[in-house]
């Protein structure tokens, strides 16, 4: 499928059509991703066995779409129009999202993911124009749904050379909890494997300065949401709670440059926790709260 041209008109009425349209993946969750998850973001977890629960955000590791390499854009996503609408807007980011933990996703478990297109929504905003998609997942393991996501992608214009940047937000006060860490070209690198994701600002430095215009390598979304899920999960552990449910919110991108991101958190109750995640400059990157329970 041809690569779309990013000057097209926004043909809402077509790009609506989506909504309603589902794809089915089934996946055998391996021990060998879970592993190398703890590896990438430098936890050293005891290897996994069978009928070991997932961690946290671990469940993106599987059920990938595999694109024949013939079917990528120049940017290295597939090419639009598939399960996705085709948005002709040239840039695509992961804007948040909302994960319901009902159950445990565990190795060894044959699991389904169902996706939903549920919502294509436009907005007008400063930077453009702003294309939102709202897929649901509902993953099954044993007939039973395990864990229910809302992920929100938004499709944007390429900002204006002459655009001033948006102002950063400060992020919250009072941390608990505090961790910091290197997202470097090799934690990049690993983390795009493991996710099958062949986008090229996470890895190629010219083309994401050149082509997209960007300071540098840009930290994946989901890597810094699974950071903070990593984060929250471990500490409500030791008063031996559980994540239920996390919402997570993009505030502003973060780079590779040499320097550390920190991920924070305090909990709110006994059994909720806000979290955030601080650039390399100290401003919020992201935004979350999560739910826990009784394990």
Same mark, same amino acid.
């Given at each position: 499928m041809d690569d779309i041209d990013p000057n097209a008109p926004l043909d809402m009425d077509h790009l609506r059509s989506w909504i309603g349209k589902t794809q089915e993946l089934t996946d055998t969750i391996g021990a060998f991703p879970a592993r190398a998850l703890a590896a990438t973001i430098d936890r050293a977890d005891p290897t996994p066995e069978d009928g070991d629960a997932l961690p946290p955000s671990a469940h993106w590791l599987y059920f990938l779409e595999t694109p024949q390499h013939s079917e990528l854009a120049f940017d290295g996503h597939a090419k639009k129009g598939g399960f996705?609408? *085709?948005?002709? @807007? *040239?840039?695509? %980011?992961w804007a948040g999202g909302r994960i319901w933990f009902k159950g445990a996703l565990r190795i060894g478990d044959k699991a389904t993911r169902l996706s939903t297109v549920k919502d294509v929504t436009f907005k007008e905003g400063k930077s453009g124009r702003l294309v939102f998609v709202l897929v649901e997942h509902r993953i099954q393991a044993g007939g039973q749904d395990v864990i229910v996501e809302e992920h929100d992608i938004v499709y944007r214009d390429e900002a204006a050379p002459d655009a001033p940047p948006p102002p950063p937000k400060p992020a919250p006060e009072g941390a608990v909890w505090e961790r910091r860490v290197l997202p470097d070209e090799a934690m990049l690198f690993?983390?795009?494997a493991l996710i099958f994701n062949a986008h090229r600002i996470h890895y190629d430095r010219e083309f994401t300065q050149n082509?997209?215009?960007y300071p540098n390598l840009i930290v994946h979304g989901p890597l810094i949401a699974t950071l903070l899920m990593d984060l929250g999960a471990r500490e409500m552990a030791k008063q031996g709670k559980r994540m239920t449910r996390f919402a997570y919110r993009a505030?502003? *991108?973060?780079? !590779?440059?040499?320097? =550390?991101? !920190?991920f924070q958190g305090k909990p709110t109750g006994d059994n909720a926790a806000d979290l955030w995640a601080l650039d390399q400059d100290?401003? @919020? =990157? %992201?935004?979350?709260? =999560?739910d826990f329970e009784d394990a």
């Open positions: 996705l609408p *085709p948005v002709p @807007l *040239p840039r695509r %980011m690993r983390y795009s082509d997209e215009g505030v502003r *991108p973060s780079f !590779t440059d040499g320097r =550390a991101m !920190t100290n401003w @919020l =990157a %992201m935004q979350a709260d =999560a």
